[in-house]
């Protein structure tokens, strides 16, 4: 049996209420908002977050493979998933690819992924999707910001793949040539008709012939949803009910792209029971349409917040402008200070445990765990008695903070915290994803992994703080 | 065995640039400022100088940027730089070479040109590293010990707010009387209180000014001091603590106190033979980058009781009127921080009340001074303390 054996999924904390794009330009707009990640995520912090939800069940170290699926990866020459990888703290004897160009890579990753885990690997895969519509269009409304991610295996499996099919074919709908930072599209009858319609109607047919199961034999459909009309009448054509009809999640977090199809899975799978079938279909240049049935083994999984609390736990009250500033979309004026300098990367290659994973390390001669990591320890000066010692994961509380007005930075004031960690160790980092109100000596924190700066087209990750969302 | 420094080395003469946005004014136009005040002040030729030690934190590079511009003739000029302890670490290298025979007459000199960056607020020259360390602004890294000095002693930030702006109050009020100060005006409590938040808790009136400014002094070893004076300024103790990060990286410190500054004044009180420094002082020049660094310096040097600060300073025990007045020439809140100038434009407003020179700031008949600065962060830093006194012994 082979299938999915872990989820998660992340929703940016950041919403943008649509009528605020109305306010702005004066045309209609749908309701609802739209996911924004932060001036400081993208999707590779998005897929980190996923990522990190996932190994709550799987440890990072036994995973064969990691594979990113996006359209929107923020480099063209260089790979995301060894990034993702290290954050996670997988070690570095695993196969990594990134899956992407299309709004498919997400569901082709889990099929690359399924045939490995039917030669008994375990892999995971991220898919997550920040794309950007120009100003006062329709796919800037519609679009949001947001990541998913599973673990594909044959052991502990949780949803069994019973069937897949794939149609892929050329077609022009929407499109980034090289260099355009917007998405282009065709008339929307023409891509609809000739391409959503036909091509994941197509797949769905096919795997579900494959499996001889018909549209009531399923707890949920997923497809990939252009609009929430167009996904309905989509459904309903194939033959499904509505209360069958997975949420598209177009309303709170807007169409994530690659990351649509598989965040509207990842929230099938927290209310689907023992026995439940789903019928998993995307949608670009064709389609992928996957079978899953749940197995007894989701009843193991320990309850965890998930994609629900995702959604509930936001703040929307940004308004356009930061969006634009945020996207780097409107320039500003610079702060008279010196210009961001870029990262040595020999010492962040040198840090790389530090920087990717949250190592410190502990003194085994007095048990004393300290960050950044270090040869001579600061309680007792034992000269290399250090073991390395993962921050991530452990509860820390805030010390003191300050709010720093001077800061060059997209979401002014910058925070900084000290952050004290339950076992020992002390950080100093940004907070992130806070409400400037809200800040205390006391508050519980979590780590999050961010893009800190691009200098040069070097993208800086590290972890910030974010207030512990309750 | 180590004898210390007391009553060793002697201070003959010092001079002391106008401080402020010297848009006027070039490194070379600020140095020849003050070493004229200082050789005049001696009675002594520039040539009878036998070696320098020129304090810039980044303002020049090395001995040259010191000779090229006074043209002191092949003589041993130490480029010193040890932060927002230059000035004083310049001062305290140069008193050793004195106090250990090498030459005979020395000068410190101290100066940061600093308004010709084009930023506002200080500027760190770059160092290549990951850069994954939050990049905080000065007034950020000191704000840092605002939440947790309000949260340990039971003040709200408010109470704690009201508190700073009296000591940035007390250190205009001290400024508006000193010719030599960037800002030589009175702020009104109003005015400060009500002044934008730049790092919270911090507002723009809790920051020192940016500035810039040169300060410098002539030294020889005190038995040859009445060669060239009747009154010498005798140092009495040189001290500086470098930390080991433990404060940025172990639990147990609270944001409360600058850990190297207790270690500093512990070891400079023995120096000096002082006891009971709150008897003994008579007035203390104490690095107020920011006012929240004024109140904790006042626990850390024991000026106050630990936790007391605020209250002392509600009480006016530092005021110019006080029992023990501090930053009574307006301090870096008046006179800006051209980094490698401060801790020898502290010397010299001691130099000054020493020889009834302070003007409408003159006390009567101060007797020890002390100087305090602190380079880095509340968190991880150098501190440096010098005490000098009117008289041996």
Partial sequence: MVGITSFGAYVPYNRLERKHIKAAFGKPVPPGEKAVANYDEDSITMGV?????????????????????????????????????????????????????????????????IDAAKNGLNVLVSASDMRLGA????????????????????????????????????FHDQWRSDGDIFIRSWEERFCISQGYNRFMTEAAITVMEKTGLKPKDFFRIINYGVTPRY????????????????????????????????????????????????????????????????????????????????????????????????????????????????????????????????????????????????RVCVQCQSIDRMESYRFYGRKGKVVTFTVDYLTDSPDPPGVVVVVDFEGGGRMFCNLADCDLDKIQVGIEVEMSFRKLFTVDGVQTYFWKAIPKMV | MAIGIKDRVSTIGMGCSKFGERFDCSLEDLMVEAVNEALTDAGIEFNDIDAFWFGTFNSGLAGISFSNRLKSQYKPVTRVENMCCTGMEAFRNACYAVAAG????????????????????????????????????????????GPSYAHKYGLSIQQLREVLARIAYKNHANGALNPKAQFMAEVPMEKILNSPMIAYPLTIMDCSGVSDGCACAIITRAEDAKKYRKDPMYVKALQV???????????????????????????????????????????????????????????????????????????????????????????????????????????????LQFHGKAGKRQQDDPRVGLAHNMGGTPYSCVSAIAIVGKELG
Avoid at chain 1, 55 to 74: E, H, I
């Fill in chain 1, 49 to 113: 977050a996923a990522g990190l939800e996932c190994c709550k069940f799987v440890k990072p170290k036994s995973l064969d493979a990691l594979y990113f699926a996006t359209t929107t990866s923020p480099y063209k020459e260089k790979q995301c998933a060894t990034v993702i990888a290290a954050a996670l703290d997988t070690g570095p004897n695993l196969r990594t690819a990134d899956f992407t160009d299309t709004l498919r890579a997400g569901s082709t990753a889990m099929l690359a992924a």
């Fill in chain 1, 135 to 170: 100003a006062d269009g329709q796919a800037e409304a519609s679009l949001g910001d947001g990541a998913a991610a599973f673990v594909l295996g044959n052991k502990n499996v949780v949803a069994e793949m019973l069937a897949y099919d794939s149609v892929s074919i050329d």
């Fill in chain 1, 231 to 374: 996904q309905m009448e989509q459904a309903s054509r194939l033959g499904f009910e509505p209360d069958q009809i997975q949420d598209g999640l177009y309303l709170t977090v807007g169409n994530a792209g690659v990351a649509n199809a598989p965040m509207m899975l990842v929230a099938a799978l927290e209310e689907a029971k023992p026995g439940n079938k789903i019928l998993f279909l995307t949608y670009g240049e064709g389609s992928d349409a996957i079978v899953f049935q749940v197995t007894d083994e989701i009843l193991k999984l320990k309850p965890r917040p998930g994609i629900k609390n995702c959604l509930r736990l936001k703040k929307n009250s940004m308004n356009y402008e930061k969006y634009l500033r945020w996207r780097g979309l409107i320039t500003t004026e610079p702060a008279r200070r010196p210009r961001q300098e870029r990262s040595s990367l020999p010492d962040y290659f040198r840090n790389f445990a530090k920087n990717y994973a949250l190592y410190g390390c502990k003194c085994t001669d007095c048990n004393t765990a300290q960050f950044p990591p270090t």
């Fill in chain 2, 102 to 145: 090498v030459c005979d007459v020395a000068m410190a000199i101290g100066v940061e040109k600093l308004k010709d960056s084009g930023h506002s607020g200080l500027a760190l020259p770059p160092v290549d590293s990951d850069r994954t360390s939050p990049e905080l602004s000065a007034p950020a890294m000191f704000a840092l010990l």
């Fill in chain 2, 241 to 351: 603590a470098a930390g080991p990060a433990h404060s940025e990286r172990h639990q147990s410190y609270d944001f409360t106190t600058v850990m190297e500054t207790c270690h500093a004044a512990a070891v400079a009180y023995k120096e000096a033979g002082i006891s009971e420094p709150r008897r003994e002082i008579s007035l203390a020049e104490v690095h107020d980058c920011f006012t929240i660094t004024e109140l904790v310096i006042y626990e850390d040097l024991q000026l106050s009781e630990r936790g007391r600060g605020w209250r002392d300073v509600l009480d006016g025990k530092f005021d110019r009127d006080g029992v023990l007045p501090v930053n009574i020439d307006g301090g870096l809140k008046s006179f800006g921080h051209p980094i490698g100038a401060s801790g020898l434009r502290m010397l010299y407003e001691l130099w």
